[in-house]
C-alpha cells in the first residue's frame, strides 16, 4: 500500500511561485496516475492536475490553473511534483496528492483515486 506525503506549502504573496512536493512510500509509483486535488475553506474538494505513464505521459489541468501550473513526476525519486506560478488568492487551499493504480484514462474526480495525502497549506496573499 502506497503511502503519500506532500510538502512544499506556505505563505506566498500574489504573483509569486511555489513547487509542492508529494513522496511516496511503500512502493513504487511507477503504475500509479497521480493527481493534485484542492480543497479552500467552506468549498468542496476540487481537482487540479494529474498525470500518468502509458509509454507517454498524459496530462490534465484544470482550466482556472493552465498555462499557470505545471505537474511533472519522477519515477525514480517517487515524486510527483507541482509546479505554481502566478499565484492568486484564490488557490488558497489546503492542496492533496492521490493516486489511482493503472488509471490510463485521467480522471478529473476524487472517487477514482485510492491513496491520499494529508495536504499541505498554500496561502496566497493579495
Known amino acids: 500500500q502506497v503511502q503519500l506525503v506532500e510538502s512544499g506549502g506556505g505563505l506566498v504573496q500574489a504573483g509569486g511561485s511555489l513547487r509542492l512536493s508529494c513522496a511516496a512510500s511503500g512502493g513504487t509509483l511507477s503504475p500509479y496516475a497521480l493527481a493534485w486535488f484542492r480543497q479552500a475553506p467552506g468549498k468542496e474538494r476540487e481537482f487540479v492536475a494529474a498525470?500518468?505513464?502509458?509509454?507517454?505521459?498524459?496530462?490534465d489541468y484544470a482550466e482556472s490553473v493552465k498555462g499557470r501550473f505545471t505537474i511533472s513526476r519522477d519515477n525514480a525519486k517517487n515524486t510527483v511534483y507541482l509546479q505554481m506560478n502566478s499565484l492568486k488568492p484564490e488557490d488558497t487551499a489546503l492542496y492533496y496528492c492521490?493516486?489511482?493504480?493503472?488509471?490510463?484514462?485521467?480522471?478529473?474526480?476524487?472517487?477514482?483515486?485510492?491513496?491520499w495525502g494529508q495536504g499541505t497549506q498554500v496561502t496566497v496573499s493579495s
Open positions: 492521490a493516486a489511482k493504480k493503472f488509471m490510463l484514462t485521467l480522471r478529473r474526480t476524487q472517487d477514482y483515486y485510492d491513496y
Open positions: 498525470i500518468n505513464w502509458s509509454g507517454t505521459f498524459n496530462i
